[in-house]
């Protein structure tokens, strides 16, 4: 990231927390009761501060790509479809607060394969008494939200093998045809001090 660019809002909390010192990350993924996977977003990089630690990381990185294009060539994988993020879409002023909300997107990136994210859906509230917190902080802030996200749009993401862009740009443009044709699922009504109509 430049010096001068605009960041995002909704990673405004993970970007504050990658520009504090490495001793204040260091001292908050110890003293913070967090979750792992939450105490990744705060120790991220940590480990690579050195030669020998950023040589192993980038030697985590391609062993995890490798692994997964085993997968994809024994299974005979052309692309992967998943969702976006764990959750339906949060409203604007709680999304920075979902520091790993991003976790499905950035992962590939951070193994080098192309994918795209395609609306697919909205979220009707059909399901939502039935969302597990884990009794975990950012999942229950989710969960308390979750009203808030009847109507958004719900995407998947397409990722495709290394160097096959255009091939999950071909998946994208399949999956926006196919949300075209298919039966168009009505968004309910909802008070939000009543409930569903």
């Not at 998946?171 to 044709?181: Q, Y």
Request: include cysteine.
């Amino acid at each position: 990231m430049l010096w001068n660019d605009e960041v995002s809002p909704s990673f405004k909390t993970l970007n504050f927390l990658l520009s504090l010192p490495t001793w204040t990350r260091k001292f908050l993924a110890k003293a913070l009761p967090l979750p792992e996977r939450h105490r990744i977003s705060v120790s991220a990089g940590l480990e690579a501060l050195t030669s020998r630690g950023l040589f192993e990381k980038i030697q985590l990185k391609n062993s995890l790509r490798d692994g997964i294009l085993k997968v994809m060539e024994k299974n005979a994988l052309d692309l992967i479809i998943s969702p976006v993020m764990p959750f339906p879409a949060p409203r604007k002023n709680i999304a920075p607060n979902l520091i790993t909300g991003s976790a499905y997107c950035s992962f590939w990136n951070l193994v080098e394969f192309p994918a795209g994210a395609v609306p697919f859906g909205v979220e009707t509230g059909e399901n939502t008494h039935r969302y597990n917190d884990e009794n975990d902080i950012i999942l229950k802030l989710v969960k308390n939200n979750l009203y808030s996200s009847i109507g958004m749009p719900i995407a998947v993401q397409v990722i495709g093998r290394p160097y096959q862009d255009e091939l999950v740009l071909r998946g994208m443009t399949e999956l926006a045809k196919l949300k075209r044709t298919s039966r168009q699922l009505p968004v309910p009504k909802i008070d939000v001090r009543s409930g569903f109509h």
